[in-house]
């Protein structure tokens, strides 16, 4: 028995010897009846989106990300880019920015990269989220008496306007920046409807020098930041509702006091989602990113965006409830909230846009 075990193990070992020898001269020999199939390249999705909703939209892709997207075997990969809104279309515009899809601030953005590329906007728009433009003011002491501070900015503009430090981001980059523009342009000449004439007023440009206002930042996103952590720099900026409830979580600690406020007529943003009917956009990537708004705009999704995030939903299976606690809605009722947005601005056309930033730009030289 012994010596049968030795010849079997001298064979074994004569064996493996020359099918080592024959692999070290001929390479790797044997049979398969089918060749291995390769890993299915990922399905890469570039979004582009707004900086104020960064942080939502971050912590969304890595929820996303936990959920092993794929489609047919091919996992979904998310990249994002962020800017101002208006920055975004520039960049799509003028340096060759190729996104998947795109996801700025406004309808207004959306209408703007329309007339620019009309090719590339033959798909649905679908609203991720809503947000109002609002000022948030400081209690100090050059605020002192001021009960809302869209009241001070009417046609004749109180001397306490004039002394105020304001923070608005720049219109030329920031959908914020734009519509607080856009609704001071309107309160200056109690109107709804702005028209070409109007926005290009000398006695509205005249208003507009008036203002005190430090600095234009790039971004509603950096103002706001810049509010909570450099003290003194504004009294008041316009923001949007979302940041101001991220705001008043980061001002606890802080020894900053602050409010929110609302002009009589606001501007919704309702952060549009569309997919670009673009050359570089192919069916597979198309599906991808489908499947990402579908997630955006699930119900535990759009909770986490009011809860955590400040922003107002808008599917009708979440609703916001200002006893939650678990909400920012809820926790920071008392400090200016207003849900109930009597009346709504109507985003102005394109050419009065563009006559808007024109004025702008002409008044403080940017």
Known sequence: MLRISRVIASIYLLATILMATTT?????????????????????????????????????????????????????????????????????????????????????????????????????????????????????????????????????????????????????????????????????????????????????????????VPAWPDSTGTLTTDFVIRPGVYDIITTYESLALQVFRQAEGRFLEVRVYYPETTLLSDHPFTILTAPWVDSAERAAALRLRDFLLSPSEQTIAMHEYGFRPVIPQVTINLNDQESLFGRYRDLGLQLDLKTQLENPSQAVVEALISTWQDVFNQ
């Open 24 to 212: 070290v001269i001929f390479g790797p020999i044997g049979w398969s009846p089918f060749p291995l199939a390769a890993a299915a390249p990922p399905i890469r999705v570039e979004l582009a989106v707004s900086s104020e909703k960064e942080a939502w939209i971050r912590s969304a892709l890595e929820r996303f990300a936990q959920t092993n997207p794929n489609i047919n075997g091919r996992r979904i990969e998310v990249r994002f880019r962020v800017a101002g809104s208006r920055g975004l279309i520039e960049a799509i515009e003028r340096e060759g920015y190729q996104p998947t899809a795109i996801s700025p601030a406004s309808m207004i953005q959306i209408d703007e990269l329309r007339q620019i590329r009309p090719d590339l906007l033959r798909d649905s728009v679908s609203p991720l989220v809503f947000s109002p433009i609002v000022a948030l003011m400081r209690d100090a002491q050059s605020t002192a008496g001021i009960t809302n501070p869209w009241l001070l900015w009417q046609r004749e503009l109180p001397d306490q306007a004039k002394a105020v430090k304001v923070g608005i981001s720049s219109p030329v980059s920031s959908n914020g920046g734009l519509q607080t523009l856009i609704v001071l342009a309107a309160q200056y000449h109690q109107t709804a409807q702005l028209n070409v004439g109007r926005v290009r007023d000398p006695g509205f440009r005249d208003w507009l020098q008036q203002l005190k």
